[in-house]
């Protein structure tokens, strides 16, 4: 556990956690695990695949150039992880909405 908590603040922890949770939660109810079958299959679909593709080629790519520069360190995986499902996608997935509002 003090491994864990080397690598992990409590309220991470407590996150991953509470996360767990819900998703024991949504896996005990009958109606939404069908409803997750489908969001998944949505979410690892030929589209999506493509933007995760591209996405992960330009992190790669600007994480490179950072940690060439001296910006960016291997200590920093753990925050580019959480800013990647926390921002990044968010931002990705509402470019639309930045398109359309011109």
Avoid: C, H, P
Wanted: charge should be positive; charged fraction near 20%; glycine fraction near 4%.
């Amino acid at each position: 556990m003090n491994k864990l908590q080397e690598i992990f603040s409590n309220r991470e922890i407590s996150l991953l956690i509470w996360l767990g949770i819900f998703i024991l939660f949504v896996l005990t109810q009958k109606s939404m695990r069908n409803l997750l079958k489908d969001v998944v299959k949505l979410l690892f679909g030929k589209y999506f695949l493509a933007i995760y593709l591209t996405l992960g080629i330009y992190l790669f790519g600007t994480f490179s150039l950072l940690k060439a520069i001296g910006l960016w360190t291997s200590a920093d995986i753990k925050d580019s992880i959480f800013w990647l499902f926390s921002v990044a996608f968010v931002l990705v997935f509402s470019l639309n909405k930045a398109k359309d509002s011109k």
